[in-house]
């Protein structure tokens, strides 16, 4: 009998932990169990339920979108824990947006969001040579808050009562960081992990 030939992944971005891949088909199932748990939607923008039709047609369009890069986080070990993406790129101001969902939440709290958004940082600064990568999150979403700091992002402004989340008016809190400051806090993380 023959033996199954093991291919490797395919490897779009490497972190200590995890990496940043093309998002399969394979994967839609365990993101419409992501995208429909109240607990992660509950910090996100969208709030319907999402059927896995309507995740196969956001899958087919992902090519389309000339303006977006978004990839799949997965575990050194196999797991899809999430998606990440910059997004609304604006190739003449040198701008765009990121957002991203660690869906599976045993993954919360353990630095995984943060490694996926500086590998994603690096590809959109070094590669696509942004000057400006913004990001947006709810009031009550302090460890959200907490790792745009971490990753040199600076409050630029809040929208009061600008969304209504978990029974109440929430603001939405916006953050942004510049090319430069990146720099400068990816060099101390690439040292820290030794990259």
Known sequence: MKKKKKYSPIVFRQGPRLYLRPVEEADLPLLVRYMN????TQFLSMSRPVSIDQERDWFKNLVSRENDVIVAVVTNRGLTIGTIGLHRINWIDGTAVTGSAIGDTNYWDK?????AKMLLLEYGFNTLNLRKICSSVYDFNGRSMAALKKQGYVPE???????????????????ALFKETFLRVYATYKKKYGL
């Open 37 to 40: 748990d109240p607990q992660v």
């Open 111 to 115: 630095g995984f969001g943060t490694e």
């Open 157 to 175: 402004g809040i929208l009061r009562q600008q969304h209504y989340r978990v029974g109440r008016l929430v603001d939405e809190h916006q953050f």
